[in-house]
Nanobody
Framework: QVQLVESGGGLVQAGGSLRLSCAAS????????MGWFRQAPGKEREFVAA???????YYADSVKGRFTISRDNAKNTVYLQMKSLKPEDTAVYYC???????????????WGQGTQVTVSS
């Protein structure tokens, strides 16, 4: 069992930056692929970025070059550094954990409660 708690969301102007953090409980954090997803009002939850246990990273095309995912296994924490934010990045951002390398919402077993990111124009 893994419990996830996100933090770091907020209101930022377009072009600004935010760093999201996700703290995980449990001694097996290092075994999981950690992902970030987002869900805007009226839209389905979508993949943003993922990082596997050896540090390989994966990004949605819409965030490549602007977002960076990283993890600190000693701290049981995964981060999402977001730069050059756009109004279309506005959403609730969720942290999730999966046992395999995947970008599919359905294959993530554990989820955080989400943190709101709002980008004003």
């Amino acid at each position: 069992q893994v419990q996830l708690v996100e933090s770091g969301g907020g209101l930022v102007q377009a072009g600004g930056s935010l760093r999201l953090s996700c703290a995980a409980s449990g001694r097996t954090f290092g075994r999981y692929t950690m992902g970030w997803f987002r869900q805007a009002p009226g839209k389905e939850r979508e993949f943003v970025a993922a990082i596997n246990w050896i540090g390989s990273t994966y990004y949605a095309d819409s965030v490549k070059g602007r977002f960076t995912i990283s993890r600190d296994n000693a701290k049981n924490t995964v981060y999402l550094q977001m730069k050059s934010l756009k109004p279309e990045d506005t959403a609730v951002y969720y942290c999730a954990a999966a046992l395999g390398v995947t970008m599919s919402v359905k294959e993530y077993n554990f989820w955080g409660q989400g943190t709101q990111v709002t980008v004003s124009s």
